[in-house]
């Protein structure tokens, strides 16, 4: 691909891909690519997965917007680890889903440069520079427990005056929070409570539940343990967790509610940190209810509502989305106007007679990155370039088809903007056989399990047609079937949802498990 900015970051089997694409492609003289020049976008543009046969024009649920299963009418395709974009029958060039998921990681360079945020708000973004101590932790000696400051063996005179002029009571002793000049001569105590400051002199804290007060006639009081209280116990030393200047975190880690709570104990008020995209969402359909049951042949937005918080959990500012309805000028007008990173669209990447997507990309002069990618469900997915740093991500309208092109093409982008890691590739076995589609990969909803035989698996769930939810709430991962399917018991790649594991429903139940004879709804 090349990139009037960067260069050509990708190499050639990317510049392949998008030269597919956008319909420029040429040999290069290698084996297995194609030289089919002609208009951007392919035709017909969006297409479903390019099938040779007529565009869908249909509704279904959750959209209105159609995605075929073209599977009977399709050309050859290759795999979905093949390192080249498929071409079907029509010519439009269909991404292998895992040239497109490196594709959307690579399309920007890296995130904006860094800023500054208060701990409050740096929650979810990541650190532009590594975080070394302002101070030692703990600053200085502190009791880990309730009980006495003593000086050299026992037993101790116990004395009971407080800390300082502020503490409640003489009987206080050394209390958290409180200053003390207090000198423990060899031979005595001091009442202590956790996170007091240690007094000089104290060779270690006797805990409350450890030792024996007895009152001596003189009014005086005696401190005795039943064993030898050791040098330097129950006592946290300065510097224990990290001196000033230690780091404590590289640049590039997230930062979660622990790394807060470190920043502020090591003193922090702010950090240095990567802003967080903003993304901009644009629900089209004028077939979507915001509100109430179905009716008239209209049906309730599921991808409004779910799109926005499943942002924010991968890092991104997101305001609630735009409803604009299938208006062709409304949409030309959100795009041109808009200043987000990142706009995502929801239906419309088809051909039909309301699918306003392409053609309005084009009147932009966008460039196609990915315009249909080999994965079910969800393959009408697109991604374009609409300027330098800021791009469109167009999402099938159909609801777990929508998921797929998230997980596929958002996700990464957005992993990119945000100067995420990505996370280790994690594989599961699966507790059932799954079967694939004939070419492309498959996504499928999974539950974690235990198997008395391989552990931990990955349970699919049987309702993943791309008009369902009901799989994917149940879910806590996406399994990536390749093509032609998976056996019970074979490891699966898995794509991990962005909230704990267990955050839905809990362990599968027999009725959410999947079941081969169950209705699906379709795989496209």
């Given at each position: 691909m090349t990139d009037g900015e960067h260069g050509d970051?990708?190499?050639?089997?990317?510049?392949?891909?998008?030269?597919?694409?956008?319909?420029?492609?040429?040999?290069?003289?290698?084996?297995?690519?194609?030289?089919?020049?002609?208009?951007?976008?392919?035709?017909?543009?969006?297409?479903?997965?390019?099938?040779?046969?007529?565009p869908p024009t249909g509704g279904a649920p959750g959209s209105g917007h159609v995605e075929e299963d073209c599977s009977a009418t399709c050309g050859d395709a290759r795999g979905a680890g093949s390192a080249r974009p498929a071409t079907r029958s029509s010519g439009h060039a269909v991404t292998p889903w895992r040239t497109a998921r490196d594709l959307a990681e690579r399309a920007v360079p890296g995130p904006v440069g860094p800023g500054t945020a208060e701990l409050a708000d740096a929650l979810g973004r990541t650190l532009a520079a590594p975080l070394k101590a302002l101070t030692d932790l703990p600053s200085f000696d502190t009791s880990a427990m309730d009980g006495w400051a003593v000086a050299g063996p026992g037993p101790w005179r116990v004395d009971r005056a407080a800390a300082d002029d502020t503490g409640p009571g003489p009987d206080a002793g050394i209390l958290a929070g409180h200053a003390t000049t207090a000198v423990l001569p060899d031979g005595h105590a001091l009442p202590i409570a956790t996170g007091a400051r240690i007094p000089t002199g104290a060779t270690a804290v006797l805990r409350s539940e450890h030792g024996e007060v007895l009152e001596l006639p003189d009014g005086r009081a005696r401190l005795y343990a039943p064993r030898p209280v050791p040098p330097g116990q129950d006592i946290r030393p300065r510097g224990q967790e990290c001196r000033c200047g230690d780091q404590l975190l590289p640049a590039g880690t997230l930062v979660t509610p622990a790394v807060l709570g470190l920043a502020a104990a090591a003193g922090y008020d702010e950090l240095a940190v990567h802003?967080?995209?903003?993304?901009?969402?644009?629900?089209?359909?004028?077939?979507?209810?915001?509100?109430?049951?179905?009716?008239?042949?209209?049906?309730?937005?599921?991808?409004?509502?779910?799109?926005?918080?499943?942002?924010?959990?991968?890092?991104?500012?997101?305001?609630?989305?735009?409803?604009?309805?299938?208006?062709?000028?409304?949409?030309?007008?959100?795009?041109?106007?808009?200043?987000?990173?990142?706009?995502?669209?929801?239906?419309?990447?088809?051909?039909?007679?309301?699918?306003?997507?392409?053609?309005?990309?084009?009147?932009?002069?966008?460039?196609?990155?990915?315009?249909?990618?080999?994965?079910?469900?969800?393959?009408?997915?697109?991604?374009?370039?609409?300027?330098?740093?800021?791009?469109?991500?167009?999402?099938?309208?159909?609801?777990?088809?929508?998921?797929?092109?998230?997980?596929?093409?958002?996700?990464?982008?957005?992993?990119?903007?945000?100067?995420?890691?990505?996370?280790?590739?994690?594989?599961?076995?699966?507790?059932?056989?799954?079967?694939?589609?004939?070419?492309?990969?498959?996504?499928?909803?999974?539950?974690?399990?235990?198997?008395?035989?391989?552990?931990?698996?990955?349970?699919?769930?049987?309702?993943?047609?791309?008009?369902?939810?009901?799989?994917?709430?149940?879910?806590?991962?996406?399994?990536?079937?390749?093509?032609?399917?998976?056996?019970?018991?074979?490891?699966?790649?898995?794509?991990?949802?962005?909230?704990?594991?267990?955050?839905?429903?809990?362990?599968?139940?027999p009725d959410t498990c999947y079941d081969p004879a169950a209705p699906t709804g379709g795989t496209a």
């Open positions: 970051p990708f190499g050639d089997e990317f510049a392949d891909a998008l030269a597919l694409v956008n319909g420029t492609a040429s040999t290069r003289g290698r084996s297995g690519t194609t030289d089919r020049p002609g208009a951007s976008g392919g035709a017909p543009a969006g297409h479903a997965a390019g099938c040779a046969g007529p802003p967080r995209p903003r993304v901009e969402v644009l629900v089209l359909g004028d077939e979507l209810l915001r509100d109430g049951l179905p009716e008239g042949g209209r049906i309730r937005d599921a991808l409004g509502p779910m799109l926005v918080p499943w942002l924010r959990a991968l890092g991104a500012e997101a305001a609630s989305p735009r409803h604009l309805g299938d208006d062709a000028e409304a949409l030309h007008e959100a795009l041109a106007g808009s200043t987000a990173d990142l706009v995502i669209t929801t239906g419309g990447t088809a051909s039909g007679p309301v699918d306003h997507v392409h053609p309005t990309l084009q009147r932009l002069g966008a460039e196609l990155l990915v315009d249909g990618v080999a994965v079910r469900p969800g393959h009408p997915m697109l991604l374009a370039r609409l300027a330098p740093r800021r791009h469109l991500v167009g999402l099938p309208g159909n609801p777990l088809a929508a998921v797929s092109g998230l997980l596929t093409l958002a996700e990464p982008l957005l992993r990119t903007l945000a100067a995420r890691h990505p996370a280790a590739p994690y594989r599961v076995p699966l507790a059932a056989a799954v079967p694939g589609h004939p070419r492309d990969t498959r996504l499928v909803p999974v539950a974690y399990r235990d198997d008395d035989r391989h552990g931990l698996v990955a349970g699919p769930l049987h309702f993943h047609g791309p008009a369902m939810l009901r799989g994917i709430a149940a879910a806590d991962a996406m399994a990536v079937i390749p093509s032609g399917g998976a056996e019970r018991g074979t490891e699966v790649e898995l794509l991990e949802l962005p909230w704990p594991t267990g955050w839905s429903a809990g362990w599968p139940t």
